[in-house]
C-alpha cells in the first residue's frame, strides 16, 4: 500500500479586494523547482504560481470562475496580441558557476523556457478582480555548474502607493545541482501556497501564513527578502517574518500607513537538512526560493470567519492510498452578509469535491454554514499536498 505524505491544509477566505484596471498587470508568484531526469539529461522542472488582475493575466479577457482548471496556451497568445508586447508575462534569465567561475551576466533562456510552458488556472476572483495561475516549463541542467540562479522578472507591479508605484517585478531562486550525499539525489526546492492579494485591516497588526512543504522532509526557514532576492521592492515598515513563515504587518498610520495603500510583501525561502549557520549568520541552505503577493490595507473590512469546529489553519493530515480524506469547515459571514460559496483549491489541482453545503447553528452563532469536502487520491498523487479552503460572503 503507498503512502501520501503529511498534507498541509490552509484555512483562508476570499473577500471582496477590488483591484481596478488601470496598468500594471502582476500582483506577485512564488517560484519553486524539481530536478528530473529527462531525455538528454538532468532538467530543472520550474513551477511558478502567479497572480494577475483579473483579464491582464494568462486566462484572458474573458476569465472567469468558469475558467478554473482550463489551459491557458490559447488565451495568453491572445492578450500577448493584444497587448503587443512578447515580454508581457515576463522574462526568464539564468547566472551560473562552472569551475569556481562565476558567470555574472544574465543569461536570456525565454525561447528554451517558453518552448516546454504547460500553464492552467488556478483560481479566479470574479469581484474582487484577480486570477492565479500554475506555470510549469523546463530548462536542461547547465553541464558542470555547482551553482545556478534563476530569474523571472517583467513589467510592472499593481500600482504600489507605498513602494514606489509601478515597479519592476523580480523573483528567483538559487541552488545547488549536484547530487546529495544524504539521499543520493539532486534537491527538490520546497513548496508554497497562498493567495496572491490579501486585504487588511488599517491600525492593526495583520499575520499572514504562508503555506510550506518540502518534497525532501527538510527543514523550512523563511525570511524577509533582501537586497537582490527583493528586486526593487522596499520592506514596509516594521514588518516582520518568522522561521516558520508567519509574516506580521502593525499597519499603524503612524508608520506610514493609510486607507487604500497597497504595498507588495516578499519573503525567501530557503531548506536546510540541519539547522546551521555560516560565519555571516546566513544559514547553509540547499537552495532558495521567493514568494511574492500584494496586500492593501483598510479602515473597514467585512469579511466570513472560519469558527471551531474548523480545523486550525496550517493542520497536518496523513492520507493512504486506498481511502478517502474528508473534513467539514464552519463559517459565519458578518451581518447582513450571507455565506454563498466555498472552495477548496491546490497547487496541483488536486480533485476535491465539496459534496454537502448546510445552514447549522454553531452554539449561539446562528448564520453558520458547513461545508463537507473529500477527495480521494491516487498512486500518482503521493507526496506532498498543499490545500487552501476558502470561503466567500454575498458581497464577494
Avoid at 123 to 143: F, G, H, L, N
Avoid at 271 to 281: I, K, M, P, R, S
Avoid at 336 to 355: M, T
Wanted: proline share 5%; with cysteine; aromatic share 10%.
Amino acid at each position: 500500500m503507498g503512502h501520501m505524505k503529511a498534507m498541509v491544509m490552509v484555512i483562508c477566505c476570499l473577500t471582496q479586494a477590488i483591484i481596478t484596471h488601470q496598468t500594471g498587470q502582476f500582483i506577485g508568484a512564488s517560484m519553486s523547482f524539481t530536478i528530473i531526469n529527462g531525455t538528454n539529461g538532468f532538467e530543472v522542472q520550474l513551477d511558478v504560481i502567479s497572480g494577475w488582475v483579473l483579464g491582464l493575466g494568462p486566462c484572458g479577457i474573458n476569465c472567469s470562475r468558469a475558467s478554473i482548471n482550463s489551459n491557458t496556451k490559447g488565451t495568453r497568445e491572445e492578450v500577448l496580441h493584444k497587448q503587443g508586447d512578447s515580454h508581457f508575462f515576463g522574462n526568464w534569465t539564468v547566472e551560473f558557476t562552472i569551475n569556481n567561475i562565476y558567470y555574472a551576466h544574465f543569461l536570456d533562456i525565454n525561447r528554451v523556457v517558453y518552448s516546454s510552458l504547460n500553464e492552467s488556472v488556478l483560481d479566479v476572483s470574479d469581484k474582487a478582480c484577480w486570477e492565479q495561475v500554475r506555470t510549469v516549463v523546463r530548462y536542461p541542467m547547465i553541464p558542470n555548474a555547482t551553482y545556478m540562479d534563476i530569474a523571472f522578472e517583467g513589467l510592472s507591479w499593481r500600482n504600489l502607493s507605498m513602494q514606489g508605484g509601478y515597479a519592476q517585478w523580480h523573483i528567483q531562486m538559487k541552488f545547488t545541482p549536484q547530487i546529495r550525499s544524504d539521499t543520493g539525489k539532486p534537491n527538490n526546492s520546497p513548496q508554497t501556497f497562498n493567495k496572491p492579494f490579501y486585504r487588511l485591516h488599517l491600525d492593526k497588526d495583520n499575520y499572514i501564513r504562508v503555506a510550506t512543504t518540502d518534497p525532501d522532509g527538510d527543514h523550512i526557514l523563511c525570511a524577509i527578502s533582501e537586497y537582490i532576492e527583493a528586486g526593487v521592492l522596499s520592506i514596509l515598515p516594521n514588518i516582520t517574518v518568522t522561521k516558520d513563515c508567519i509574516i506580521t504587518i502593525p499597519s499603524h498610520r503612524s508608520l506610514g500607513y493609510h486607507n487604500g495603500s497597497m504595498g507588495a510583501v516578499a519573503i525567501t525561502v530557503r531548506d536546510l537538512n540541519v539547522y546551521g549557520e555560516t560565519a555571516g549568520g546566513r544559514p547553509e541552505a540547499f537552495s532558495t526560493i521567493g514568494v511574492q503577493f500584494l496586500v492593501q490595507f483598510l479602515d473597514n473590512i467585512s469579511e466570513p470567519i472560519f469558527i471551531f469546529p474548523t480545523p486550525e489553519g496550517n493542520h497536518k493530515f496523513n492520507i493512504y492510498l486506498g481511502t478517502t480524506w474528508k473534513i467539514d469547515v464552519y463559517a459565519e459571514p458578518i451581518s447582513p452578509a450571507l455565506i454563498n460559496h466555498f472552495s477548496c483549491l491546490g497547487r496541483q489541482h488536486e480533485d476535491v469535491k465539496i459534496i454537502y453545503v448546510k445552514s447549522t447553528p454553531v452554539l449561539n452563532h446562528v448564520n453558520v454554514k458547513m461545508a463537507t469536502m473529500t477527495w480521494t487520491p491516487n498512486h500518482t498523487d503521493v507526496g506532498n499536498h498543499i490545500l487552501c479552503v476558502g470561503v466567500e460572503d454575498s458581497y464577494g
